[in-house]
Nanobody, 122 residues
């Protein structure tokens, strides 16, 4: 079973930046897609971004395209999400997950982290 632990969340002002990290308990990035998913207060899960390291491909939701960057360090078994130009609507709990991808059903996400809170507010 893969364990995923997110970190890096916090309170940031609109227009600011944060970098989220997700440490995996074992090598997984070279064989699986890895994704970031968020859940805003009172709303459902929203796919944010996915990376297929073995294909050198990344995908983003339209709501974050041009502002967020997903990356992976295979040697460190760590996934990242660099978030720039943050907006109040980015406020959510952010989860990393193994699997998934653009328009993938939720049952294709194999493992989930515990989540990290991102709050964008002045």
């Amino acid at each position: 079973e893969v364990q995923l632990v997110e970190s890096g969340g916090g309170l940031v002002q609109p227009g600011g930046s944060l970098r989220l990290s997700c440490a995996a308990s074992e090598t997984t990035f070279s064989t699986s897609a890895m994704s970031w998913v968020r859940q805003a207060p009172g709303k459902g899960l929203e796919w944010v971004s996915s990376i297929y390291s073995y294909l050198s491909k990344t995908y983003y939701a339209d709501s974050v395209k041009g502002r967020f960057t997903i990356s992976a360090d295979n040697a460190k078994n760590t996934l990242y999400l660099q978030m720039n130009s943050l907006k109040s609507e980015d406020t959510a709990v952010y989860y990393c997950a193994k699997g998934g991808g653009p328009e993938a059903p939720w049952d294709e996400y194999e493992y989930w982290g515990q989540g990290t809170q991102v709050t964008v507010s002045s």
